[in-house]
């Protein structure tokens, strides 16, 4: 038995399937099929049923997986720990962000991330928060780049920023004309909200104290902020978005308005799980993220803090 087996026997309960699994190893089917193989004959049991649709671990196969993954990822601490120990940022970063964050913020760090630790290999993904959480426990993602505080005792939370909230709001809707916006607005007419599921929907609706009336607003079902702006600039109507996606036109664009203080705000942290050691890595990130964006969004400011939990 060896690591390698393991590693192949993960992926194939991951994929459930011998050819997928051998594809995302980086190796033939049949050199995985080989392995997975050896490690039941040498267990003597067998881990998974072969049929036409895939493969499917069998009721002891799935306990040996579950201990599979935890070896692993004990293996996977120890390397990192001496990588800590040795001062190198070399590995992998598996960074899982969400959908309402990841365009406007991870273009900002990314290049300065690569270029400052060119050996360390960075796969980013974009995840809905709870997807997130689930693979940070899994330690199927190395850190989660999302809006807390999540209240979860397994995950560790380093605040980074307080993104205040602003309104895009068509030229021909009643908010127009206002200069600043009153929580007390957001009672008018006509608000575009993401689809289910997204933190920033909830928290929109925590910001609104909405009525449990579900067509008291018009929901466009899309993950994309960047849609619902078009809608509001084609239309008519408001909507809610965070600072980063209007960045660059917050003192030239009519429709974006602030709003009154304290203004409300979504606390963004680097989230990973108890086991993580790389502190360094993590702590570097954070002040590539901090020196991409103006000051003025640094955790610690006087926002209110709006929660989406």
Known sequence: MNLQQLTYLVALDTHRSFGLAAEKSF???PALSVQVQKLEDELGVLLFDRNKKGAEPTAVGMKVIAQARQVLREAQQLRELVQVEKGEMVGELRLGVIPTL???LVPRFLVGLTTAYPQLQVRVEELRSEEIMVQLKDHRLDVGLLVTPLDDRQLRELPVLEEPFLTYVSANHQLAGKTQIEAADLKAPGMWLMQQGHCFRHQVLNLCAATTDPNAHVTYESGSIET??????RHQGYTLVPELAVLDEL???PLVKRFADPQPVREVSLVVHH???RVPLLTALRQLILESVPERLWAGQSGAKVRWR
């Open 251 to 253: 003192d030239t664009n």
């Open 275 to 277: 086991g993580f050691v």
């Open 228 to 233: 619902l702006m078009e809608l509001v600039r």
């Open 102 to 104: 990841a365009p406007y």
């Open 27 to 29: 190796v033939t089917q």
